[in-house]
């Protein structure tokens, strides 16, 4: 079974600074994919990012980029110039085919983006 | 469709109740998801279709818990004599496919279920 942790229940940052979020990941699988999530306080969750594990090369979105270390299972999400409106629960996700393509989340680190 | 949409948004049922939950995926998406997201905590998956089959039903806590896609559009997610643990957020996703290009997942906004 395929397992997500975040480290990280809560975490803060000044407005404008970098911040990075935690996950570590478990799996035998040898192809699959992993996640970002932001859930705002409005509840609907929207994709950050995505990272393919074939992929050596790190995703980048805009200020959102990623630290994929596939040996190490770990998958860290770095926010740049972090901005009021980032203030969310971040969910690390894990898929992969032969599970049906059905997301495994992790429980969540809610960041509070301070003025 | 604009996104995911989900009706009620809130729904509050006194124990033993039955409940029905509605789930409107993005136009021609083909997989529809089920999520179960406890206070606190990310969501679990509960149920997957393909189209209108269900393939995947491993994550229903019990058999009071059901969910159909009869036309392979919209989804509901029915709950029988719901109890006080059933409470939580219930969240729809849907993606286009299943090719690595359409794996993608949008949510709707989720129905909040609270068992009094």
């Known amino acids: 079974a395929q397992t997500v942790t975040q480290s990280q229940p809560e975490m803060s940052v000044q407005e404008a600074e970098t911040v990075t979020l935690s996950c570590t990941y478990d799996?035998?699988?040898?192809?699959?994919?992993l996640f970002w999530y932001k859930q705002p306080p409005s509840r609907q969750m929207i994709l950050v990012i995505r990272q393919e594990a074939y992929k050596q090369q790190n995703a980048t979105e805009n200020r959102f980029s990623v630290n994929f270390q596939k040996a190490a299972k770990s998958f860290s999400l770095k926010i740049s110039d972090s901005q009021l409106g980032d203030t969310a629960m971040y969910f690390c996700a894990f898929m992969t085919r032969n599970s049906n393509y059905k997301l495994t989340f992790g429980k969540g680190t809610l960041l509070t983006v301070n003025p | 469709g604009a996104g995911v949409s989900q009706s009620p948004r809130y729904k509050v049922a006194k124990r033993g109740q039955d409940v029905a939950l509605r789930c409107d995926p993005i136009s021609g998406h083909v997989s529809l998801f089920w999520y179960q997201q406890a206070l606190g905590q990310g969501p679990e998956f509960l149920t997957y279709f393909q189209n209108e089959a269900q393939l995947d039903k491993s994550g229903l806590p019990s058999d009071r818990f059901f969910a159909e896609r009869p036309e392979g559009s919209v989804s509901t997610l029915k709950i029988q004599r719901t109890q006080q643990e059933d409470s939580a957020v219930y969240l729809c996703?849907?993606?286009?496919?299943?090719?690595?290009?359409?794996?993608?997942?949008?949510f709707g906004p989720g129905t909040r279920l609270t068992v009094t």
């Open positions: 799996t035998s699988e040898n192809n699959y994919y």
């Open positions: 996703a849907s993606s286009p496919g299943l090719s690595r290009s359409s794996y993608e997942q949008y």
